[in-house]
T-cell receptor, first 112, second 111 residues
Framework: NAGVTQTPKFQVLKTGQSMTLQCAQDMNHNSMYWYRQDPGMGLRLIYY???????DKGEVPNGYNVSRLNKREFSLRLESAAPSQTSVYFC???????????FGPGTRLTVL | GENVEQHPSTLSVQEGDSAVIKCTYSDSASNYFPWYKQELGKRPQLIID?????GEKKDQRIAVTLNKTAKHFSLHITETQPEDSAVYFC??????????FGKGTLLTVNP
Protein backbone atom coordinates (compact mmCIF):
# COMPACT_ATOMS: atom_id res chain seq x y z
CA ASN A 1 0.00 0.00 0.00
CA ALA A 2 1.29 3.45 -0.96
CA GLY A 3 -1.00 5.16 1.58
CA VAL A 4 -1.55 8.82 0.67
CA THR A 5 0.39 10.17 -2.30
CA GLN A 6 0.70 13.76 -3.54
CA THR A 7 2.05 15.37 -6.69
CA PRO A 8 4.06 17.42 -7.28
CA LYS A 9 6.59 17.47 -4.43
CA PHE A 10 7.79 20.99 -5.24
CA GLN A 11 6.37 23.80 -7.38
CA VAL A 12 7.29 27.40 -8.09
CA LEU A 13 4.62 29.66 -9.56
CA LYS A 14 4.44 33.28 -10.57
CA THR A 15 1.69 35.48 -9.16
CA GLY A 16 -1.51 34.95 -11.13
CA GLN A 17 -0.65 31.50 -12.44
CA SER A 18 -2.91 28.54 -11.74
CA MET A 19 -2.15 24.97 -10.76
CA THR A 20 -3.74 21.84 -9.36
CA LEU A 21 -2.30 19.74 -6.54
CA GLN A 22 -3.17 16.08 -6.81
CA CYS A 23 -3.83 13.65 -3.96
CA ALA A 24 -4.73 9.97 -3.97
CA GLN A 25 -5.20 7.34 -1.25
CA ASP A 26 -5.41 3.57 -1.51
CA MET A 27 -6.76 2.84 1.98
CA ASN A 28 -10.45 2.93 1.00
CA HIS A 29 -11.03 5.91 3.29
CA ASN A 30 -14.20 7.94 2.99
CA SER A 31 -12.91 11.31 4.16
CA MET A 32 -10.12 13.39 2.65
CA TYR A 33 -8.58 16.72 3.63
CA TRP A 34 -6.33 19.51 2.42
CA TYR A 35 -4.21 21.44 4.95
CA ARG A 36 -1.65 24.16 4.64
CA GLN A 37 1.30 24.46 7.02
CA ASP A 38 3.02 27.77 7.64
CA PRO A 39 5.81 28.41 10.20
CA GLY A 40 4.36 28.86 13.67
CA MET A 41 0.78 28.35 12.47
CA GLY A 42 0.31 24.62 12.77
CA LEU A 43 -1.87 22.79 10.26
CA ARG A 44 -4.87 24.74 9.01
CA LEU A 45 -7.73 23.04 7.19
CA ILE A 46 -8.48 24.43 3.72
CA TYR A 47 -11.22 22.08 2.49
CA TYR A 48 -12.40 18.60 3.29
CA UNK A 49 -14.58 15.92 1.77
CA UNK A 50 -16.51 13.71 4.17
CA UNK A 51 -17.40 11.27 1.41
CA UNK A 52 -17.34 10.91 -2.35
CA UNK A 53 -19.51 13.64 -3.88
CA UNK A 54 -19.31 16.11 -0.98
CA UNK A 55 -16.91 18.93 -0.18
CA ASP A 56 -16.93 21.56 2.58
CA LYS A 57 -14.92 24.61 3.52
CA GLY A 58 -12.43 24.53 6.33
CA GLU A 59 -10.74 27.34 8.22
CA VAL A 60 -8.91 29.01 5.30
CA PRO A 61 -10.73 28.29 1.99
CA ASN A 62 -10.32 31.64 0.22
CA GLY A 63 -8.37 31.41 -3.04
CA TYR A 64 -8.80 27.64 -3.36
CA ASN A 65 -11.17 25.17 -4.97
CA VAL A 66 -11.37 21.40 -4.61
CA SER A 67 -12.71 18.42 -6.51
CA ARG A 68 -13.43 14.98 -5.09
CA LEU A 69 -12.92 13.12 -8.33
CA ASN A 70 -13.78 9.71 -6.90
CA LYS A 71 -13.30 7.88 -3.61
CA ARG A 72 -9.51 7.74 -4.09
CA GLU A 73 -8.69 11.22 -5.42
CA PHE A 74 -9.07 14.73 -4.04
CA SER A 75 -7.50 17.69 -5.86
CA LEU A 76 -6.81 21.26 -4.76
CA ARG A 77 -6.78 24.07 -7.31
CA LEU A 78 -5.29 27.54 -7.07
CA GLU A 79 -6.95 29.62 -9.80
CA SER A 80 -4.78 32.73 -9.45
CA ALA A 81 -1.83 32.15 -7.16
CA ALA A 82 -0.74 34.86 -4.70
CA PRO A 83 2.47 35.12 -2.63
CA SER A 84 0.33 34.58 0.51
CA GLN A 85 -0.31 31.04 -0.77
CA THR A 86 3.36 30.14 -0.42
CA SER A 87 3.20 27.19 1.97
CA VAL A 88 3.55 23.45 2.42
CA TYR A 89 0.33 21.66 1.47
CA PHE A 90 -0.62 18.34 3.00
CA CYS A 91 -3.38 16.02 1.90
CA UNK A 92 -4.80 13.55 4.43
CA UNK A 93 -7.41 10.82 4.56
CA UNK A 94 -9.43 9.24 7.35
CA UNK A 95 -11.92 6.44 7.94
CA UNK A 96 -14.95 7.75 9.75
CA UNK A 97 -16.46 10.86 11.26
CA UNK A 98 -13.52 11.32 13.60
CA UNK A 99 -10.30 9.42 14.04
CA UNK A 100 -6.75 9.11 12.83
CA UNK A 101 -5.86 11.03 9.71
CA UNK A 102 -3.08 9.75 7.47
CA PHE A 103 -0.99 12.39 5.78
CA GLY A 104 0.69 12.51 2.39
CA PRO A 105 4.32 13.62 1.98
CA GLY A 106 3.40 17.24 1.23
CA THR A 107 3.86 19.71 -1.62
CA ARG A 108 6.13 22.70 -1.09
CA LEU A 109 4.70 25.59 -3.10
CA THR A 110 6.41 28.93 -3.65
CA VAL A 111 4.57 31.81 -5.32
CA LEU A 112 6.82 34.62 -6.54
CA GLY B 1 -15.66 26.56 15.95
CA GLU B 2 -13.05 24.68 17.91
CA ASN B 3 -9.94 26.48 19.16
CA VAL B 4 -6.86 24.58 20.36
CA GLU B 5 -4.07 26.28 22.30
CA GLN B 6 -0.73 24.49 22.72
CA HIS B 7 2.15 25.27 25.10
CA PRO B 8 5.05 25.65 25.12
CA SER B 9 6.00 26.55 21.56
CA THR B 10 9.57 25.35 22.17
CA LEU B 11 10.95 22.90 24.72
CA SER B 12 14.54 21.87 25.29
CA VAL B 13 15.41 18.95 27.58
CA GLN B 14 18.43 16.83 28.38
CA GLU B 15 18.48 13.25 27.20
CA GLY B 16 16.81 11.04 29.78
CA ASP B 17 14.62 13.82 31.18
CA SER B 18 10.84 13.95 30.80
CA ALA B 19 8.97 16.34 28.50
CA VAL B 20 5.41 17.58 28.94
CA ILE B 21 3.35 19.44 26.33
CA LYS B 22 -0.06 20.85 27.20
CA CYS B 23 -3.12 21.70 25.13
CA THR B 24 -6.49 23.25 25.85
CA TYR B 25 -9.60 23.11 23.68
CA SER B 26 -12.79 25.14 23.61
CA ASP B 27 -15.56 22.94 22.19
CA SER B 28 -17.12 20.62 24.77
CA ALA B 29 -18.41 18.45 21.89
CA SER B 30 -14.85 17.38 20.98
CA ASN B 31 -14.25 13.76 21.88
CA TYR B 32 -11.07 12.72 20.07
CA PHE B 33 -7.60 14.04 20.93
CA PRO B 34 -4.63 12.85 18.85
CA TRP B 35 -0.97 13.79 19.03
CA TYR B 36 1.17 13.93 15.90
CA LYS B 37 4.94 13.98 15.55
CA GLN B 38 6.55 15.71 12.59
CA GLU B 39 10.24 15.33 11.89
CA LEU B 40 11.98 17.96 9.80
CA GLY B 41 10.84 17.79 6.19
CA LYS B 42 8.49 14.86 6.84
CA ARG B 43 4.76 14.37 7.12
CA PRO B 44 2.91 14.43 10.48
CA GLN B 45 2.42 10.95 11.93
CA LEU B 46 0.13 9.88 14.74
CA ILE B 47 1.96 8.78 17.89
CA ILE B 48 -0.90 8.41 20.35
CA ASP B 49 -4.55 9.37 20.69
CA UNK B 50 -7.22 9.36 23.36
CA UNK B 51 -11.00 9.47 23.32
CA UNK B 52 -13.17 11.28 25.82
CA UNK B 53 -14.28 8.15 27.66
CA UNK B 54 -10.72 7.53 28.83
CA GLY B 55 -8.63 9.64 31.24
CA GLU B 56 -5.17 8.33 30.43
CA LYS B 57 -3.45 6.18 27.83
CA LYS B 58 0.12 4.90 27.71
CA ASP B 59 2.30 3.45 24.99
CA GLN B 60 5.81 2.63 26.18
CA ARG B 61 7.53 5.97 26.89
CA ILE B 62 4.62 8.19 25.86
CA ALA B 63 1.37 8.89 27.64
CA VAL B 64 -1.56 11.22 27.19
CA THR B 65 -3.88 12.48 29.91
CA LEU B 66 -7.27 14.11 29.41
CA ASN B 67 -9.27 16.32 31.78
CA LYS B 68 -12.65 16.85 30.13
CA THR B 69 -13.94 19.11 32.87
CA ALA B 70 -11.05 21.55 32.45
CA LYS B 71 -10.87 20.93 28.69
CA HIS B 72 -7.19 20.19 28.63
CA PHE B 73 -4.97 17.28 27.64
CA SER B 74 -1.26 16.66 27.86
CA LEU B 75 1.49 14.59 26.24
CA HIS B 76 4.15 13.10 28.49
CA ILE B 77 7.38 11.66 27.11
CA THR B 78 9.65 9.90 29.60
CA GLU B 79 13.33 8.99 29.23
CA THR B 80 13.68 11.26 26.22
CA GLN B 81 16.09 10.31 23.46
CA PRO B 82 17.65 12.44 20.68
CA GLU B 83 15.32 10.76 18.16
CA ASP B 84 12.37 12.28 20.04
CA SER B 85 13.46 15.69 18.70
CA ALA B 86 10.67 16.89 16.40
CA VAL B 87 7.63 19.16 16.26
CA TYR B 88 4.64 17.77 18.15
CA PHE B 89 1.06 18.80 17.37
CA CYS B 90 -2.03 18.23 19.46
CA UNK B 91 -5.47 18.24 17.89
CA UNK B 92 -9.13 18.01 18.87
CA UNK B 93 -12.05 16.60 16.90
CA UNK B 94 -15.70 15.69 17.24
CA UNK B 95 -18.24 13.95 15.04
CA UNK B 96 -17.91 16.45 12.18
CA UNK B 97 -14.96 14.81 10.38
CA UNK B 98 -12.63 17.71 11.23
CA UNK B 99 -9.54 18.01 13.41
CA UNK B 100 -8.36 21.37 14.75
CA PHE B 101 -4.63 21.46 15.38
CA GLY B 102 -2.55 23.39 17.87
CA LYS B 103 0.35 25.46 16.56
CA GLY B 104 2.97 22.92 17.53
CA THR B 105 5.83 22.45 20.00
CA LEU B 106 9.43 22.13 18.84
CA LEU B 107 11.04 19.60 21.17
CA THR B 108 14.83 19.42 21.24
CA VAL B 109 16.50 16.62 23.18
CA ASN B 110 20.13 17.44 23.91
CA PRO B 111 22.55 14.50 24.18
Amino acid sequence: NAGVTQTPKFQVLKTGQSMTLQCAQDMNHNSMYWYRQDPGMGLRLIYYSASEGTTDKGEVPNGYNVSRLNKREFSLRLESAAPSQTSVYFCASGRGTVGEQFFGPGTRLTVL
Amino acid sequence: GENVEQHPSTLSVQEGDSAVIKCTYSDSASNYFPWYKQELGKRPQLIIDIRSNVGEKKDQRIAVTLNKTAKHFSLHITETQPEDSAVYFCAAGGSNYKLTFGKGTLLTVNP
